[in-house]
């Protein structure tokens, strides 16, 4: 045993090691508790400014000691020269460095240096995008690295054209960079822009585009020419690695979406109701985008309501109008909506002996849909998906290949290619399972804007979409004028707010779903008839928002668990009164 150095036991070296953390917080604590005192008696000095450093190199996320040290640079310039600022901020920039070491995604530290190189009196900016080159070789998704590159970018003056060849380095080295691939779609419609009057911008720095006027006007699409290009790298980036999101993300942005027009779609009034309903081609409020009603020439005072509480943004908005202003059927009408933010507006007449009447734009326009997934010119979306299909003919099973062709077909043809896309989505959900609920409501929603598609005419008011696995619903903003709606033996669970968009619908029908809450039937003045057999409703409650229908007399509600409760019907009778041909 003689001459065998001694080994310390486990407990000994925990014991040392937590002596050592208890040195150490002694000494950080002293240190930030000196600095809180002297912030706080307004003290700016080089001692302040040791401290500070002193704790930030070993903890560069403590924000407050950032703003303390800020405090002490901006007291210092007004002291000392500009050569002694400008070695004081070269010596911050040294410190910063070693702070980025520690952790080189520390928001505070990249901050701070952000705010360093904008004060410095003679900025090195080659040197700060080289430390950026630097630190994104090592982790390609540092995003706080990526945003103050676009700042010494910005700052600098680095060309578009620059900054894309920048990308294609970063690409070319690694097809699986999310943060290229995105930054590539901020430069190209500054360096390639669609319309030949956009004139490309010679830095990075984003010119201030004006709204699009009308669907066509894409300020932020690519001219034809580098798209093509575009498809090309991208396509060897997924021909490569199939798996890859990155690639796919920025195909799905080549492909574009159309900015629709924003406009109102549709003007309803009901002679007995006494109201107006304003349909808008997107979500707004009207209380910030501006909305006049005109009867017979003369403006109205009226209040606009959203048509569930939970929205403050809709693009269904309802008023009333005072007692007796259109009853008389004997008399004609004329009204005019006007968007006055969009300098835009409708027109509506209500004819002598008409009950109600509405101006809508048609819902049979393919486009409707078709440019919310590409604005692509046919020949090129079919050549697309020529490639895609290649590849899926290599990789049958990969969830990427078949959501785009998905996507490519609903484009190009959503009604030809109805029974392909349905195939595509039963094979997506058994090979990506774990989103197998996403796919179920995207195939729901295609499902229902397929239907809306097959409308012979506008004025269709019965709409039927039983049987077709829905588990969600959409554009029922579409439905407005819809009478009957037709929901049987589906996988919906609720009917949600936007249900209650349907303000002429008088049946409905929803048997043999799994539906447990009625929150979207809500203020539907017409409805008198509703079938909920089969369903799931288990209590007397998850009926209350059916009260709020002032024109229901029939409910079914046969092989629900409610029927189950003692005293059920006397409950239903006290909620419902309106209701006269109850079936438990």
Known sequence: MHGRVKVKTTAQQEEEKKKEREKKLKIYIAARDACFSKRKHGVYDDEALQLTQQLLSSNPDFATLWNYRREILMHLETVRDED???KLYQAELLFLESCLKVNPK?????????????????????????????CLSLDDRNFHCWDYRRMVVKMSGVSVEKELQFTDCLIGSNFSNYSSWHYRSTLLPLLHPESP?????????????????????????????????????????????????????????????????????????????????????????VVSVGLLLILDGQPQRVEWQ??????????VWICSLPPGTISDPSNEHNLTVHWTER?????????????????????TDQELFRSELSVEKSSVLQSELQSVNQLQELEP????CLLTIILLMRALDPLGYEKETLAHFQTLKEVDSMRSAYYSDLCSKFMIENTILKMEYAEVRVFCLSEQNLTTLCHLDQLLLVTHL???????????????????LEVLEADNNFIESLEGVYCLPKLEE????NNKISTVADLQPLASCPKLKRLDLRGNPVTQLGGVESQLAELLPSVTDLLL
């Open 343 to 363: 300098h835009t507006h409708k027109d509506c007449a209500l004819y002598t002996g008409r009950t109600e009447s509405w101006c809508r734009d048609s819902a």
């Open 197 to 285: 009057e956009q004139t490309p911008p010679v830095t990075c720095e984003r010119p201030q585009a004006s709204p699009p006027s009308s669907p066509q006007t894409h300020f932020h699409r690519v001219c034809e020419e580098q798209l093509l290009k575009e498809y090309e790298l991208v396509q060897n980036a997924f021909f490569t690695d199939p798996n890859d999101q990155s690639a796919w993300f920025y195909y799905r942005w080549l492909l574009g979406r159309a900015e629709r027009e924003e406009m109102i779609s549709c003007v309803y009034v009901s002679r007995e109701e006494e109201k107006v309903v304003v349909v808008f081609s997107r979500p707004v409020s």
């Open 106 to 134: 520390s928001y505070g530290s990249w901050h701070h240096r952000g705010w360093v190189s904008a004060r410095l009196p003679r900025p090195d900016w080659a040197r700060e995008l080289g430390l950026c080159d630097r």
């Open 84 to 86: 002694e600022v400008q």
């Open 306 to 315: 959203s048509v569930h509480p939970h929205f403050k943004h809709s693009p």
């Open 486 to 504: 037709n929901l049987f033996s589906n996988q919906l669970q609720r009917l949600p707010p936007h249900f209650a968009m349907l303000q002429c």
């Open 530 to 533: 509703v079938s909920l057999k």
């Open 397 to 400: 099973l990969n969830k990427w």
